[in-house]
Structure formats: C-alpha cells, structure tokens
C-alpha cells in the first residue's frame, strides 16, 4: 500500500511569489480523548449494531483515559466490526501515528478505507494522505486522485486544496491549472488558508483563471491572516511591486519580517536587499547581511552572492556581530503538514 508525505513536492514555477506547496492532511483528530458524541450512523447498520458500536466507543473512550490503550484498541475494532465509521477512522488515526501501538500504515490505510466507504468526515482525504505520499508502501498517485476527489466532493475543503494540488502538479492526472483553480477555489471559501495562498498564486500568474492582481491581492490577505509564511510573503511581493495595490516598500518590508522570522528564505533574501538599499526601512548594511545569512543558510544561492558583494564593504567585526543576530533572528520555515497538495 503506498502512504505520503505530508507535504505535496514544492516542484513547479515557485519563484518570486511562491505557490504553497499545502498541506496534505488536517492535524490530528484523536478524539478518543475528548468527549466522543454521537457515533456516525450509516443506512443499512441495524439498531443492536447501532447499540452496540455506541456502548463499545463509550468503553474506549474510558480505557483510552484510564491509560488502558490496548483495552481501547480493542473496543474500538470491536465497534467496528459492528459497523462504526467512526471507529474505523479512529483506528486508522492511531496506527498512522502509532498512539501506544507500532506504526502500521497499512493497517492504518484499511481502516481509513473502511470508514471512507461509508463517507466518514475525513476518511477519504486521509487515505488519500498515504496513497499520495507513500509511506510505509509505494506511492499509487491514482489512488490517492480516486480518494481525494471523494473528499472533496463530500465538502471535505482539505481534500479540495490536495485535489486541487494533484492537478496543479499534475500527479496522477494531466495537469489542468483550470480544476486545479476550481477546487482551490472550493477550498478558500471554505477557509482553508493554503488553498487561499494558492489561488491567489493562480490569479497572480493568470494559471488556470484571467490573470487579476487585485484578486491575488485579496486572497492572499486572506491567508495572511491565519500565519503563513508563503501567503505573507507573497503579499510583501505584490506591495513591493505595487500588483493590485498602491506600492508600499514600508508595508512589503512588513510581511517579508513576518515570513523571514517563520524561516523563509525568499522573505529572508528580499528583506536583506530591503535593508542594503532602504526600501520601507533604514539603511542598515549589518542588518542585511543577517538576513542574507540566514537566507544562505537555508538553501538560497543568491544570498551567497549577496553576502560576496557585502563582504568587500563590512569589518570582520560587523560581519561576525551580523551572524550572531542571524542565529537567534529565525526558525526554519515551517511545512504546515495538514492536508493539502
């Protein structure tokens, strides 16, 4: 069985202002250890089954608090087999992340595909999680397509955006920026802030929809507003460049800090050259070589070339006090791994 990464590859035209690879799964739901509700009832389950698996997810919940994990397990495959998709999900949790029991991704991907096939909220999207990526297995693009488009045709917004991600990339299907657009779409209404930091890529590159700055602009605003670096960055690009908005270099110096300090390298390079040539803020040679440094550091060869030219101008003291302010200035950007390609 093949299971995935996390993360949707970042390979594509990811320049200047970059697409967010996404994230491909939502975080966490154990919710053995908050109160359970109501279980998921399906057509077809009958009443005792429908007693039965209630009773035996209420025992699991109570081994699962009084630390009793393997008692739990077992109460949840027992409401399973009596027909609970909410059981089976919740094993399928356990085992991809190997709560108190060895890590079994196709153990995992059984039983997410149990609860799948009787459209459990989230299911398919995390199935389509292990297909994508490959963990534990080879990597099935057309079985991770298969799971992500029923995940995203329930309402399921993480599996529009890694929907959306397969045809953007075009893994497992031909790349079509056009339904790529479509369920990014989907996804950002919705609130998802990766497919919001997407769609405005699309809009900003005319991919897939008429190319529309102030569109751009306004969904990347969007996204900044629940943290990404990707999205801040991105809008420190359209206000630099005055895209869909009036150009503001003091603004744009904003967002790029904000994204520099997540460990963005591009926000960490544009901010440098922001700092060497006092655009939106001071004039400060030590300053911008921090943040080349720091963009150095984490893979971007044009900061070397710019450390190089402000190597000839700097004493070996302010580049030695530059490299300390480096270190403790930023942390490494940050995969947001939840769902989407």
Request: proline share 3%; net charge positive; hydrophobic share 35%.
């Amino acid at each position: 069985m093949t299971t995935a990464s996390r993360e949707a590859s970042s390979t594509g035209p990811l320049k200047e202002s970059s697409l967010r690879p996404g994230r491909i799964r939502s975080a966490l739901i154990l919710a053995l250890c908050c109160a359970c509700g109501a279980p998921t009832v399906r057509a077809g389950m009958a009443p005792a089954q429908k007693s039965d698996s209630a009773k035996l997810l209420s025992e699991a919940r109570t081994a699962y608090l009084a630390g009793q994990y393997p008692q739990a397990v077992d109460f949840l495959k027992q409401a399973a087999q009596a027909g609970s998709a909410e059981a089976a999900f919740k094993l399928g949790v356990i085992y991809e992340h190997g709560h108190h029991v060895a890590h079994d991704y196709n153990e995992a991907a059984q039983w997410y595909q149990q609860a799948a096939q009787k459209r459990y909220e989230d299911a398919a999207n995390n199935l389509g999680f292990l297909y994508y990526t490959g963990i534990g297995g080879k990597q099935d693009y057309a079985q991770a397509l298969k799971w992500f488009t029923q995940g995203a045709e329930e309402g399921d917004d993480e599996a529009e955006a890694n929907l959306a991600g397969m045809y953007y990339h075009g893994k497992g299907v031909a790349r079509n920026y056009k339904e790529a657009a479509k369920w990014y779409s989907a996804a950002a209404q919705q609130g998802n802030p990766y497919a919001q930091n997407n769609l405005g890529y699309l809009y900003q590159h005319g991919l897939g929809v008429r190319k529309d700055y102030k569109k751009a602009y306004y969904w990347f605003n969007k996204a900044v507003k629940q943290g990404g670096s990707f999205a801040q960055r991105n809008l420190g690009v359209m206000l630099e460049s005055g895209w869909g908005v009036k150009k503001d270099y003091r603004a744009a110096s904003g967002w790029y800090e904000k994204a520099a300090r997540q460990g963005s390298p591009f926000a960490q390079r544009k901010l440098g050259r922001m700092y060497e040539f006092g655009q939106g803020v001071n004039k400060d040679l030590v300053e911008a070589y921090s943040w080349y440094w720091s963009a150095a550091q984490n893979g971007s060869l044009r900061a070397k070339t710019d450390l190089q030219r402000l190597d000839k101008i700097l004493t070996p003291a302010q580049i030695e006090q530059a490299k300390k302010d480096a270190a403790s200035a930023a942390v490494p950007e940050s995969s947001g791994k939840s769902k989407n390609p």
